[in-house]
């Protein structure tokens, strides 16, 4: 069973940086997908960050290209979301996710097998 563990949100102002971490158990096989969402109140789980392991490809959202990077240390099981030039609009609960046996880039919600519990960013103007 994959499980999946974030942390590193909190309150920043605008302009600034955060890095959020997922720790990740379980075993995934050897093509899997990796992803950041984040759901801000009363809107739908937005996708917003991908990595799969089978081309190590990445995909971003047009809202966070350019400012959020996605990066995975396989050596410590985790996964990270660097966050730059954070807007007051980035602020959400961020969750991590991951599917198994899939070679597709995805930023659909529904593709995604195991979630982590969520994160809140708080991005102060």
């Known amino acids: 069973e994959v499980q999946l563990v974030e942390s590193g949100g909190g309150l920043v102002q605008a302009g600034g940086s955060l890095r959020l971490s997922c720790a990740r158990s379980?075993?995934?096989?050897?093509?899997?997908?990796l992803a950041w969402f984040r759901q801000a109140p009363g809107k739908e789980r937005e996708g917003i960050a991908y990595?799969?392991?089978?081309?190590?490809?990445?995909l971003y959202a047009d809202s966070v290209k350019g400012r959020f990077t996605i990066s995975i240390d396989n050596a410590k099981n985790t996964i990270y979301l660097q966050m730059n030039s954070l807007k007051p609009e980035d602020t959400a609960v961020y969750y991590c996710?991951?599917?198994?046996?899939?070679?597709?880039?995805?930023?659909?919600?529904?593709?995604?097998?195991?979630w982590g519990q969520g994160t809140q960013v708080t991005v102060s103007s």
């Open positions: 990595f799969g392991s089978y081309d190590t490809s990445t």
């Open positions: 379980g075993f995934l096989g050897d093509d899997y997908a």
């Open positions: 996710a991951a599917d198994v046996d899939t070679r597709v880039p995805t930023l659909i919600a529904k593709f995604y097998d195991y």
